[in-house]
């Protein structure tokens, strides 16, 4: 909603300004799911005759540009990493059959 009320010689700066907020958040581990909510709006916003950029090449520019899902992945790396160490729970070997399974991780993925 920033960016509606914005003149629209702003809007580029001010969405380009705003992308690059979410991605360091992103980067720092810092409301992450938020982050990526309002990335996706303002990616939104670049229509299909804006500079040539539509939603999903200006999504793939973010990805070429940040490594965008791996960012997305080291930071679910730490939250699960960081909920384990809280309820106690130790790391397991994706070999491992866990009790009430009938596969391992790796089992399961290859079928």
Known sequence: KILINIY????DSQRLF???KCIQN??????????LKHLREMCKLYSASHHGYGYVHKM???ERDNT???LVIND????????GKVVGVEERKP???LE????????ELKT
């Open 100 to 107: 009430g399974q009938s596969y391992s991780h790796n089992d």
């Open 26 to 35: 992103i980067r720092h581990h810092h409301c992450v799911v938020a982050s």
């Open 18 to 20: 705003w992308i690059e």
């Open 76 to 83: 679910l790396e730490m939250y699960l990493t960081h909920v």
């Open 60 to 62: 793939k520019q973010l």
């Open 95 to 97: 070999t491992e059959v």
């Open 8 to 11: 629209s010689h702003d809007k």
């Open 68 to 70: 965008l899902i791996q």
